[in-house]
């Protein structure tokens, strides 16, 4: 211990300081809490984007879904997936960042201590980014399969058609 406060400079008697969140107010942290950071900052957020989010899809699914049109399966495949897609890449973050929020929010009302866990919520929290990536990429290199496996049997077809004649 003497090291470190020879190595920050720092006085035997200097009082080290360390915040913290919690749902309580407690004289050491000013009598602060975090549930105006919680009402007013992170769940309208949530609120907004994820009802606006919610809002979009069923308007696309309903726009999406014609009543009395007669429509192909290949286009009626393709609506589905394009509706699959962007429910995923609406929730993954949501799913990605879930688990760690739910435990920061766990501990901060249990009052227990995060230790290492916050490494976990930092790194899950920067893979959302990629996560999303992966998902797109998947999502186009199954559809670019997909079209170059069609394309190959129409031509197929085309080919053994023209034999024919």
Avoid at 68 to 96: C, S
């Amino acid at each position: 211990m003497l090291s470190n406060l020879s190595l920050k400079g720092m006085a035997e008697d200097e009082p080290v300081y360390a915040y913290a969140a919690t749902m309580n107010l407690v004289p050491e942290n000013n009598n602060r809490t975090i549930i105006p950071f919680v009402l007013v900052a992170t769940l309208p957020s949530y609120v907004w984007s994820y009802g606006a989010f919610i809002v979009t899809t069923v308007l696309i699914y309903r726009a999406l879904r014609t009543d009395g049109v007669q429509l192909t399966q290949r286009t009626l495949t393709m609506q589905r997936r394009f509706l699959r897609m962007q429910i995923l890449q609406g929730f993954v973050p949501l799913f990605v960042c879930g688990f760690p929020v739910t435990l920061f929010i766990g501990n901060i009302v249990a009052g227990t201590s995060m230790d290492r866990s916050t490494i976990m919520m930092t790194a899950s929290i920067f893979a959302v980014p990629i996560v999303q990536a992966l998902v797109s990429l998947t999502f186009v290199r199954r559809m670019k399969r997909k079209a170059e496996s069609e394309s190959s049997s129409s031509t197929a077809r085309r080919a053994s058609s023209r034999v024919a004649h």
